[in-house]
T-cell receptor
């Protein structure tokens, strides 16, 4: 069956460290993968999109990698700040089906 | 540019009733998608409208329906409400295509509670 797995346990890190979040998928052939940030009681906010032929994408302190062999995407936040505390969701399509499937998200807590 | 707006923000209904939620996309965006978010199931795709036509549909029962108007504003309707319909309903708009091929901008959501 198709699955998107994100760590359900919250990730706690100290301010200034690099946070790394994982998105693993099974039985999907995504052409694209996206990462979103969601704060409590609010809608998700788009952060980054990476295509299947791209290995890495960067935006300011954010970096995303996409390994279609491992069927995994890693999302990194460098020099993390307490303001980065939120839930981070990955979303992918299935070979261009245009119907996105979201992971359950991982909560990141950055301690000052 | 104003973001995606959803009304109402909070709603309490009882089982068996019906409800209509409204979404106004970002100006110029033609695609509107609806999602249901619950703690148990996460964020699940309901349907997507483009140019007043339903273009994609998720795996939800027929009690969930929607429509899009010529100004791209969209409504979704849930009939015969069940307790399990309690959720945060999110609307997202994008310029043209849907899903992950185009950046989606989400609204703040409507929190529906069914008693």
């Amino acid at each position: 069956s198709q699955k998107i797995e994100q760590n359900s346990e919250a990730l706690n890190i100290q301010e200034g460290k690099t946070a790394t979040l994982t998105c693993n998928y099974t039985n999907y052939s995504p052409a694209y993968l996206q990462w979103y940030r969601q704060d409590p009681g609010r809608g998700p906010v788009f952060l980054l999109l990476i295509r299947e032929n791209e290995k890495e994408k960067r935006k300011e302190r954010l970096k995303v990698t996409f390994d279609t062999t491992l069927k995994q995407s890693l999302f990194h936040i460098t020099a993390s700040q307490p303001a980065d505390s939120a839930t981070y969701l990955c979303a992918l399509d299935n070979g261009g089906s245009y119907i996105p499937t979201f992971g359950r998200g991982t909560s990141l807590i950055v301690h000052p | 540019k104003a973001g995606v707006t959803q009304t109402p923000r909070y709603l309490i209904k009882t089982r068996g009733q019906q409800v209509t939620l409204s979404c106004s996309p970002i100006s110029g965006h033609r695609s509107v998608s609806w999602y249901q978010q619950t703690p148990g199931q996460g964020l699940q795709f309901l349907f997507e409208y483009f140019s007043e036509t339903q273009r994609n549909k998720g795996n939800f029962p027929g009690r969930f329906s929607g429509r899009q108007f010529s100004n791209s504003r969209s409504e979704m309707n849930v009939s015969t409400l069940e307790l399990g319909d309690s959720a945060l309903y999110l609307c997202a708009s994008s310029l043209d295509s849907s899903g992950v091929t185009d950046t989606q901008y989400f609204g703040p959501g409507t929190r529906l509670t069914v008693l």
